[in-house]
C-alpha cells in the first residue's frame, strides 16, 4: 500500500530535507501544493485532509492552523514545531526516550517532532535519573552549540552572506526562556528546569549537547564506569535506536567531539568523561540537529507510524 504524505511548509530547511529523503520512496506518494497556492487555506485543507500522513514544517501558530484544517479521522500528523511537544495528546517523537515510545509512536495520530537540543539532553539524563543514578532533583546545566542552520531562514541566510566576519562562537537564550525548556524540562525526568547556555557556531549544522554532573553531594556519587554502563545498556537493548554510546574513556581531548561528525546521518553518539577522586562527569551527545535534531527524526517517525523499518530512508 502506498501511503500519501504532505509535507505542509516544505520549502523551509527542515521541508526540504525530508522531501529530499522520501523522493525516492516508492511506498510513498508526496502530496504537494503549487507553489503559487503554499498560503492559500483550502489547497492546504484539501491535502491535510488527503494526506494518510501530514509532516508540518512550519511556525507554531501556522502549525496549529494545519491541525484545525483536518477535519477526519484518519490523518495522521507529525509536527516538526514546538507547539504541541508538551501537549498532553500527542506523543512525544523521540523514539529512545523510552523502550516503550517507539511502539507509542507507531501507534499515534499525533506526533510532536522533538527539538534539536533536548533530545540530547534527554537521551543522556533520563535512563540515569531511572536507574537512580541521578535524584529528579539533581540541578542540571547545559551546555551545547549548533550549526546556525538551527536558527531558521533569516539566520541563515545573515550567517552565509557574512561568511567569514560571522562570530566563531555566539551564545544566545541569555534571558533563560529558550523555546526547548519545557520539553527538555518534561521529557528528561527532572523536577526543575535546567540552566541552558546554547550557542551558534560559525558552521552550518551539527551539534553538541553537554551536561556537567558534580556528584559530590550525593548520598551516593555514582562512578564514571556506573553512568556509561547504565547508558550502554539502555541504548543497546533498545531495537531500532539510532543512539550508541562511545567507549568509556578517560582523556583531555576527542576528536569525535567535533559537532559535524554526524552530519548527514541520523546517528546520536553519547559519551562519558568522568573524575572518580573529584566526584565529577560530563555527558556530551554529537549529533547533526538537521538529521536526528529535525528532519531525520521525523523520517524516523514517519517510518515507525506506517510500520516500516525505521532506518528507510535514513543514513546511520
Not at 487555506?41 to 494545519?66: F, K, Q
Not at 552550518?204 to 558534580?214: D, K
Not at 533498545?238 to 578517560?250: E, L, N, Q
Request: aromatic share 6%; with cysteine.
Amino acid at each position: 500500500m502506498v501511503a500519501k504524505v504532505f509535507i505542509d511548509g516544505e520549502a523551509g530547511t527542515t521541508g526540504l530535507q525530508i522531501r529530499e529523503r522520501l523522493g525516492r520512496r516508492r511506498d510513498i506518494e508526496l502530496l504537494t501544493v503549487p507553489s503559487e497556492l503554499r498560503k492559500d487555506l483550502g489547497a492546504r485543507a484539501e491535502r491535510l485532509n488527503a494526506a494518510d500522513v501530514a509532516i508540518l514544517c512550519l511556525p507554531d501558530d501556522a502549525a496549529r492552523e494545519s491541525v484545525s484544517l483536518i477535519e477526519n479521522a484518519t490523518t495522521r500528523v507529525i509536527d516538526a514545531s514546538s507547539a504541541h511537544r508538551t501537549a498532553p495528546d500527542w506523543d512525544y517523537g523521540f523514539p529512545e526516550m523510552t523502550p516503550e515510545q517507539a511502539d507509542r509512536i507507531a501507534a499515534s495520530r499525533r506526533v510532536s517532532n522533538p527539538g534539536c537540543y533536548p533530545q540530547g539532553v534527554i537521551a543522556c539524563v533520563r535512563p540515569l535519573i531511572e536507574a537512580g543514578l541521578l535524584p529528579a532533583d539533581f540541578p542540571v546545566t547545559v551546555n551545547a552549540i549548533s550549526g546556525y542552520s538551527g536558527g531558521g531562514r533569516q539566520l541563515i541566510e545573515t550567517y552565509e552572506a557574512d561568511g567569514a566576519q560571522n562570530p566563531a562562537f555566539l551564545p544566545y537564550a541569555l534571558g533563560f526562556r529558550h523555546k526547548h525548556l519545557p520539553e527538555m524540562t518534561r521529557y528528561s525526568g527532572v523536577s526543575s528546569t535546567p540552566i541552558f547556555v546554547p550557542a551558534v557556531g560559525n558552521y552550518a549544522q551539527g551539534m553538541v549537547t553537554m551536561v556537567p554532573l558534580r556528584l559530590e553531594g550525593l548520598e551516593r556519587a555514582a562512578s564514571g564506569e556506573e553512568i556509561h554502563a547504565c547508558l550502554t545498556e539502555r541504548y543497546a537493548s533498545m531495537k531500532g535506536s539510532f543512539v550508541d554510546v562511545a567507549p568509556f574513556v578517560h582523556a583531555d581531548r576527542v576528536p569525535e567531539l567535533d559537532p559535524e561528525t554526524f552530519n548527514g546521518t541520523n546517528r546520536m553518539r553519547l559519551h562519558v568523561f568522568a573524575s572518580q577522586d573529584r566526584a565529577q562527569a560530563v555527558l556530551v551527545a554529537v549529533y547533526d540537529n538537521l538529521g536526528k535534531g529535525a528532519s531525520g527524526a521525523a523520517v524516523q517517525n514517519l517510518n515507525l507510524m506506517l510500520g516500516v523499518d525505521a532506518a528507510e530512508s535514513l543514513a546511520a
